[in-house]
């Protein structure tokens, strides 16, 4: 059962994917890996897994393109962007701040901004778990790896 309420690849769109620096790029790249080496992904009433991600942006839309590995269309959930707008914005700024302080800040600082960063990131984490409820089961680590490539695409570079 486990096997078949998983993805196994992620497709992002590239047409939408935001340019961040080296150290976001790095995140989103350690967050596809993460996601498929260990992930619960379960589109509601569909048992057909696992699954082929694709994710882009369309119109202020999150836009999670669910296929089988056979790549059959299981279905297409559509996200507004809007209430994640802050939470995105505030957590590139703060990623900013603590890439920046890790090359010569002190100790205490660094911590301070990273724990700043994994707050954001839950919160976020826990709003995309929410608005995805009724539509696909998934656990907490999966949409942290998920709400990553939420931020690599929502933002335009």
Do not use: W
């Not at 967050?31 to 369309?58: C, Q, R, T, W």
């Amino acid at each position: 059962m486990a096997e078949t309420r998983r993805i196994i690849d992620v497709q992002l769109d590239g047409r939408t994917l935001a340019r961040r620096g080296p150290d976001i790029e790095h995140e989103r790249k350690i967050a596809i890996h993460d996601l498929i080496e260990k992930n619960s992904f379960s589109p509601v009433n569909h048992d057909g897994g696992p699954y082929v991600l694709h994710i882009g942006v369309d119109q202020n839309r999150l836009v999670l393109d669910i296929r089988t590995a056979a790549e059959e269309a299981v279905t297409i959930i559509g996200l507004s962007l809007s209430p994640f707008r802050r939470i995105v914005k505030d957590y590139f700024e703060i990623c900013e701040s603590y890439f920046t302080a890790i090359k010569s800040a002190s100790p205490s600082r660094i911590e301070t901004l990273d724990m700043a960063r994994r707050s954001l990131h839950n919160e976020g984490s826990e709003l995309l778990q929410a608005r995805l409820a009724g539509k696909v089961e998934t656990d907490f680590d999966t949409a942290r790896r998920l709400f990553t490539l939420l931020c690599a695409l929502s933002l335009r570079g």
